[in-house]
């Protein structure tokens, strides 16, 4: 079951949620402590697989029972930590997968405030299933790309 | 050398390092503590569902790794460290970007070692690397570029200080 306001929403291949910073999310500087935004961003990538899911019911089945337990794990990350983010201030994090290889993603993905790019990170997860590194099966591959508009990525990120 | 409830801190001789390969005359003439290890004992909060530390406690780690270095530069080097603090009032780095690979899980019950040392020293940032490891094998590989600020501003590195980054440079 997905909810909107918790969840997040894709549109147009991209998955935007938002996120309020509570005093737990900062250090004793009054800024977001920078390992937080990790945890953000990966509330991202699992409610982009979540909504994904929920689109693409018939073919998460299939890559269920192709894989099953599959996971994504973080393999590589490069981060650009741009500008402070503050208690109560509301976060947007976006997400979208840049490059689909064979057993890898790349996504992108960046935290704003408004029309400020706060964090940017290129995030390189790799596919698991029983523990191993798998090649993604074509099914989930297809739920990727039917929600994905390779033009506009680079265009609205 | 300092112990902690949750972990120890060793710092390694310039013998130690020079061991990593690294070996120059001017190494050999200074004194200063050039590479922290941190152990660290992960508990019971840190592993995920999965029983594997969850990647952004390792940028945790990494911190304390990074304090704990400037901290014993700053024991090792008392008047170089106060020069720096007249110059620039309450002075801190902050994380401007970072470069993260994640080889291999650790698990509950590891101890690892953080290392840390300067690559870089510019006139307003230092790169410094950082590896976590278990024994002799590299669970994390990382680059972190961190700016110089004080009194809420970027600021150029006070002399003192980059001669005390640089001289740990390998």
């Not at chain 1, 949620?17 to 900062?26: I, K």
């Not at chain 1, 693409?56 to 269920?64: A, K, P």
């Not at chain 2, 120890?8 to 503590?33: C, D, I, M, Y």
Request: hydrophobic share 45%; with cysteine; proline share 4%.
């Amino acid at each position: 079951v997905t909810k909107p306001n918790l969840d997040g929403e894709i549109r147009a291949g991209h998955h935007h949620m938002e996120v309020r910073v509570y005093y737990e999310d900062t250090d004793f500087s009054g800024v977001i402590y920078h390992a937080n935004y990790l945890r953000f961003m990966e509330r991202g990538r699992t409610n982009y697989l979540r909504l994904l899911g929920a689109d693409h019911r018939d073919l998460f089945e299939e890559t269920q029972t192709e894989s099953p337990g599959f996971a994504f794990v973080v393999r590589s990350m490069a981060i650009d930590f741009f500008k402070p983010a503050f208690m109560d201030d509301v976060l947007e994090i976006v997400t979208a997968p840049i490059e689909v290889k064979g057993a890898s993603i790349m996504l992108l993905q960046q935290c704003r405030r408004g029309g400020d790019l706060i964090v940017e990170a290129r995030v390189r997860v790799a596919f698991v299933s029983g523990g191993k590194p798998q090649r993604i099966p074509t099914a989930l591959r297809l739920a990727m790309e039917a929600d994905h508009l390779p033009s506009e990525t680079t265009a609205r990120l | 050398v300092r112990d902690r409830t949750a972990s120890t801190f060793v710092v390694r001789s310039e013998w130690e390092r020079n061991r990593h390969g690294v070996r120059s005359r001017q190494l050999a003439l200074r004194h200063l503590p050039i590479e922290i290890t941190a152990l660290l004992y992960c508990d019971i909060a840190v592993p995920d569902f999965s029983g594997i530390v969850y990647h952004a406690n390792y940028l945790r780690f990494m911190e304390r790794g990074r304090t704990n270095h400037l901290r014993l530069m700053g024991a090792g080097q008392h008047a170089l460290f106060a020069e720096a603090q007249a110059e620039t009032p309450g002075f801190a780095f902050v994380v401007r970007s970072m470069q993260i690979d994640f080889l291999k899980p650790a698990r509950m019950d590891d101890v690892l070692d953080v290392v840390t040392w300067p690559v870089a020293v510019k006139g307003a940032s230092i790169t410094l690397a950082q590896e976590v490891r278990r024994g002799e094998v590299v669970l994390v590989r990382a680059q972190v570029r961190v700016a110089f600020i004080s009194e809420g501003r970027a600021q150029p590195i006070p002399k003192a200080l980059r001669a005390l980054m640089k001289a740990d440079q390998i």
